[in-house]
């Protein structure tokens, strides 16, 4: 089994700036693929960005320029860092894991952007 926790979200105004972090422990033997998503409100969720196999990162395009996505590989850990916040960017931010062949999700982090 694979515990998956994401930190780092909170209340910041528009412009501002927050670094989320996903972390995943348990039984891992191979963590495959790290992602991050987020869901607004009445809304579906959506992907924000992910590193893929060749090392690259992929992003949104609403959120191109302005987010970072990066990969601890010896810690497990997904990082995600959030420049120049809008309003539409406000949403419970949560990570997936697949470790081999299971995927796995945290509860998620909430970030607010607002004056």
């Known amino acids: 089994q694979v515990q998956v926790v994401e930190s780092g979200g909170g209340l910041v105004e528009p412009g501002g700036s927050l670094r989320l972090a996903c972390v995943a422990s348990?039984?891992?033997?191979?963590?495959?693929?790290m992602g991050w998503h987020r869901q607004a409100p009445g809304k579906q969720r959506e992907m924000v960005a992910f590193i893929s196999n060749d090392g690259l990162p992929n992003y949104a395009d609403s959120v191109k320029g302005r987010f970072t996505v990066s990969r601890d590989n010896a810690k497990n850990t997904l990082y995600l860092q959030m420049n120049n916040l809008k309003p539409e960017d406000t949403a419970v931010y949560s990570c997936?894991?697949?470790?081999?062949?299971?995927?796995?999700w945290g509860q998620g982090t909430q970030v607010t952007v607002s004056s």
């Open positions: 348990g039984s891992i033997f191979n963590i495959v693929h």
């Open positions: 997936d894991v697949q470790e081999r062949t299971r995927v796995y």
